[in-house]
């Protein structure tokens, strides 16, 4: 199976409060995934959102850096250490 071919779609259900129930699915082209991915920036902008508590900002930037040239690494020692937090 391809990367291309896999589908991840959400069922979505919501109880109203007169009781009914509303049932949908996400989309199969949800941003983010492989037929709607992510600019480089805003792939940029949600590593740092989610690094933000746990590492300084350069540190993370170092790191992202790592990530994007991971075929350089003589070892990936390296990428596991930038990423320890202290």
């Known amino acids: 199976m391809r ?5 991840i779609v959400s069922l979505i259900e919501v109880q109203l409060k007169d009781g009914r129930i509303l049932r949908g699915r996400s989309s199969e082209h949800y941003r983010g995934g492989p ?13 740092h959102d989610c690094v933000r508590r746990i590492l300084k ?6 790191l992202m850096e790592v990530v994007e ?7 990936i020692r390296t990428l596991v250490d930038m990423a320890a937090v202290p």
């Open 3 to 7: 990367w291309e071919e896999i589908k």
């Open 35 to 47: 037929q709607n991915p992510l600019t480089r920036e805003e792939l940029a902008e949600k590593f």
């Open 57 to 62: 900002p350069e540190q993370a930037k170092k």
């Open 69 to 75: 040239s991971l075929e350089n690494l003589d070892s």
